[in-house]
Every structure is written in structure tokens, then in C-alpha cells.
């Protein structure tokens, strides 16, 4: 499938039904889900993804994606953030076939609906416990995002949890020094996991709680997506924990 551009003059449209786009909360990440993706990120053709910025697969260009949403699920923080942060390219980067084709119709829609404006987010089927590196260069992001992820409650199932050792390992890898990674979740032992290996990490260091409230991107990370939202209704729980990127001491 392609990816969203600005390519029709039609400036009437509607946005998609969820409805016809539903599909079970979560996928198995260690599938064979047949998805593509560039052998390293100088390969990486974005020019399907921000044409406003990258007319072309070889256009030079001085801007590079600097926001994550990992299992973006809906899209509902990239839709958020996207006119917050006009300046910024984010991506949502979910494996759900379905949930990817509505964010996709989602983002088309409102470039169609208000000219010039969303051009900086976007969407694309991925796993990204499998291939982040093949997207991301070093210290690129300066912000990421999990949101809600799939709490994989049995024990043999933590290995398939987004937050672990291994994993954190890439993710400071592709992160700057000084970039944010959000955690949030209406389950506590989850919450809890994630704490404990962020902790663990040398490379993340937990902010304030306090000094997360004065971030102005938190409350979306609460409100704006579809699971949130869901909490909110049934008076739910939700734990939010921000880690910064700090330096590597024997860098």
C-alpha cells in the first residue's frame, strides 16, 4: 500500500469510519507478517511518506524524522502532535494491516481537508521490535513513544513485551542525548516492568514526575489515543513514567 500525499486537488473528503478498519487489540510480534523495510537507513525512500519535504527518493533534505510512535495504534497522539510540532516529521509505526490502512486514510484526509498542514506525519506497517535500526540512525529521535502496548500478561509471554533489555539497547541507540521516551499503561505490573528495566538501563535516566507535568506533549500521551480514551471512560488507571537519553560515559 502506499503512503499519504498531497498528490489530488479534491478538498472535500471525509475521514475514514473506524469502524470498517477494526481488528483484534494486538498481533504477534515474532510473525512472519511480510513487511518491508531498507537494509539501513540511508536507503530508506521517505518521499512516499513527507513529499512536501522529500519530493524525491534522492531529494536532499536537512530534516529528518524526529518523533516515533511505536504501535501508534489509531494515530490519535500523531494527529495530536502533528500541528503542535509543524516543524518536526513523526512517524507511527504500527503491525496491525487494518489499523495501518485507517491511519493512512486518517492522515490523506486531512492533508485533503486543510492544505499545508500535516504534511510532517505519517504511518507504515511495521514491526518495530524487528527493524527499527534499518530505519533510524544514531542519536536521530527525539522522541518516542509506547503507548498503551500489549501487556502480554503470562510470564512465557514477557519476552514479546516492547520494553526489555534487549530492545532498550536499540532504542538508545537510535535515540539523542537528551530525547524523551514516553511509557504509559493502565497496567500496573506492566508499568512496573517497565520501570524496572528503564531503570536498569545506563543509558535512561526517569524524569520527575513533576517535571513531566510541565511537558506539554503529557497530556496527549494521556488523552489522545483510543486506549486512553478508554480508560478514561471506565475511571481507569493509567501510570506514566518519562526517561531521558543521557550521555554514554565511555563515549
Keep these: 500500500m502506499s503512503t499519504p500525499d498531497s498528490s489530488t486537488s479534491e478538498t472535500q473528503v ?4 473506524k469502524r470498517y478498519y477494526r481488528q483484534r ?11 518491508e523495510y531498507p537494509t539501513m537507513p540511508s536507503e530508506m525512500d521517505w518521499s512516499k511518506h513527507y513529499p512536501t519535504y522529500y519530493p524525491t527518493k534522492d531529494a536532499e533534505c536537512d530534516k529528518k524524522v524526529e518523533f516515533a510512535d511505536i504501535g501508534c495504534g489509531y494515530g490519535g497522539l500523531l494527529i495530536a502532535l502533528a500541528p503542535l510540532f509543524p516543524e ?7 503491525i496491525r494491516l487494518k489499523v495501518e490502512e485507517y491511519v493512512y486514510e486518517r492522515i490523506k484526509a486531512l492533508r485533503l481537508q486543510k492544505p499545508g498542514s500535516y504534511q510532517n506525519v505519517s504511518i507504515m ?8 535500526p534499518n530505519f533510524f540512525e544514531k542519536g536521530q529521535l527525539t522522541k518516542t513513544f509506547f503507548l498503551f502496548p ?4 503470562k510470564a512465557r509471554k514477557h519476552k514479546a513485551r516492547i520494553i526489555s533489555t534487549t530492545l532498550l539497547a536499540e532504542y538508545a541507540y537510535i ?4 530525547g524523551i521516551l514516553y511509557t504509559i499503561t493502565d497496567v500496573r505490573d506492566l508499568h512496573e516492568w517497565m520501570v524496572e528495566h528503564l531503570d536498569a538501563h545506563p543509558l535512561f535516566e526517569r524524569i520527575p514526575d513533576a517535571e513531566c507535568e510541565q511537558d506539554p506533549v503529557v497530556e496527549h500521551v494521556r488523552t489522545a489515543t483510543e486506549e486512553g480514551k478508554k480508560v478514561a471512560r471506565n475511571e ?3 501510570f506514566l513514567a518519562c526517561y531521558r537519553r543521557i550521555e554514554d560515559p565511555l563515549e
Design 14 to 17: 471525509k475521514l475514514p469510519q
Design 25 to 35: 487489540a494486538h498481533a504477534n510480534p515474532f510473525s512472519d507478517h511480510q513487511l
Design 88 to 94: 518536526k516529521l513523526m512517524i507511527g509505526m504500527e
Design 125 to 132: 506497517r511495521m514491526n518495530a521490535m524487528k527493524f527499527l
Design 150 to 153: 500489549d501487556p502480554h500478561f
Design 175 to 178: 535515540m539523542k542525548v537528551g
Design 236 to 238: 481507569g488507571d493509567k
